[in-house]
């Protein structure tokens, strides 16, 4: 059906960076159409469904400027602040820190100082280009290096491969994504995108679902956009798609995920959002799995999705070898009792309060839901900056994790959506 009605803006994807561009820029008084290609909007940023049990679909925990991000768009929603745990080896680490997070750092002093020294010293980015590199040169002790890998875990990435700056960038505070103090919803994630969804229908703006974008054609008075619904007539067009010019780009290892609903006084330790367990050797187990490899033992992180009356429902996270998006039978069953006799003895109790379990693979996940399940987007390589959110060839706007400055994440995403928005204002005033 053709839209004949020319739109100040229409911006393509409902996701956590479009909702939050498409927000910003009706509130300065913009009409923005949204267009989304899968028939709910938020991205990774949400909840499914399984077997009558709900879990967290992708997005989990975020950083603490998300906060001011939702308040900055009129979204107010009430985050908590838990801490995080993770086993590496037979150590025990707690984020933000503790009286036992600074113990187990003095038990490490000589390699903390170090550290700390080599991140303060201007000249540091010059002398390493990825983590492992960092990590072989400043850290001896093998279990504190282990730990230091988190990031690298966490992206999804080996050390080896995983690129210095961004490592650092977790220290920095420009931009102050806040990761340092990490924050969930107090009501899930899927809270955010229905908050951000309403908010945007409060302003006046509307969201066409099931809509592909085939074709953007530049016309006399703006962009005619042709979809799988019909054409649309935009003066300007923001789009949440990936940038990246003709640099190739190298893709975080898959996110497989093990569901899991036990019963409601399942033991899992009050006030913690996430139990990690990193087996000792981090650089190799994650160096195999990226030469597409299943090791025998491998990390995984596993937290609260839901709790009610009659169950509480867990995602634990872990990585697919790099190229492989599904496991034979056998291997599943194997890497399932791996996981669930970790956490049994991290948490005692745990196993045997297990009523339900199933794990979803990469490839089912793209089946099910239409996206990668990903920790962070593809990386560019290495000495290339990402680009503007503005295409001046082209006269668009992006947002997401492929733009803006560096980082990529869902706060670095909501960061690059707000720079668009105020550049478009700037750029475009409205009359």
């Given amino acids: ?175 102050d994504y806040g990761y340092h103090e990490l924050c969930a919803p107090a009501d899930g994630p899927q809270a955010i995108t229905d908050a951000m969804t309403a908010r945007f229908a409060e302003l006046g703006g509307r969201i066409e679902f099931d809509t592909d974008v085939l074709d953007v054609r530049q016309t006399d008075d703006g962009k005619l956009v042709t979809t799988s619904q019909g054409t649309y007539r935009t003066k300007h067009l923001v789009s949440s798609e990936a940038r990246t010019g003709n640099h190739s780009v190298r893709s975080s290892l898959e996110i497989g995920v093990l569901h899991i609903a036990t019963r409601p006084d399942v033991p899992f330790p009050a006030g913690v959002h996430t139990v990690g367990y990193l087996p000792s050797g981090v650089q190799n187990w994650l160096g195999q799995l990226d030469d597409g490899v299943l090791p025998d033992q491998f990390g995984f992180h596993a937290f609260p999705c839901v709790t009610t009356e009659e169950y509480r429902s867990f995602n634990a996270y872990f990585y697919y070898p790099r190229g492989v998006e599904e496991f034979d039978s056998r291997t599943l069953a194997t890497v399932e009792e791996y996981i669930l006799k970790e956490l049994a003895r991290l948490i005692p109790g745990f196993g045997s309060r297990v009523l339900f379990r199933r794990s979803v693979s990469p490839a089912q996940f793209k089946k099910e839901h239409n996206l990668r399940r990903v920790s962070i987007e593809d990386i560019l390589p290495l000495g290339v900056e990402k680009p503007s959110v503005h295409d001046k060839e082209t006269d668009t706007y992006y947002v997401g994790n492929t733009v803006g400055p560096v980082a990529y994440h869902a706060c670095a995403a909501m960061y690059a959506a707000l720079d668009a928005a105020d550049q478009l204002a700037s750029a475009n005033p409205l009359a």
Avoid: W
């Avoid at 927000?23 to 709910?40: A, D, M, N, T």
């Avoid at 929603?77 to 750092?105: I, W």
């Avoid at 040169?137 to 050390?159: C, E």
């Fill in 1 to 175: 059906m053709s839209d004949e009605e020319i739109q100040d803006v229409i911006v393509v994807g409902a996701g956590l960076s479009g909702l939050t561009a498409a927000i910003s820029l009706q509130q300065r008084g913009y009409s923005v159409r949204v267009l989304e290609r899968r028939p709910v909007a938020g991205g990774l940023c949400g909840s499914t469904t399984i077997d009558g049990y709900q879990f967290t679909l992708g997005s989990n925990d975020f950083g603490s400027a998300i906060k001011r991000y939702l308040q900055q768009l009129g979204v107010d929603l009430e985050f908590e602040q838990n801490q995080t745990v993770f086993y590496c080896g037979r150590e025990k680490y707690v984020l933000p820190a503790t009286s036992r997070t600074v113990f187990d750092l003095l038990r490490h002093l000589p390699d903390t100082t170090r550290v700390g020294r080599a991140l303060r010293n201007p000249d540091i980015g010059n002398k390493f280009d990825y983590v492992g590199q960092f990590l072989d040169a400043t850290v001896r002790n093998k279990t504190f290096r282990d730990f230091l890998s988190l990031p690298s875990y966490v992206a999804g990435h080996s050390p080896a491969a995983h690129r210095f700056d961004l490592f650092r960038q977790i220290y920095s505070k420009n931009p």
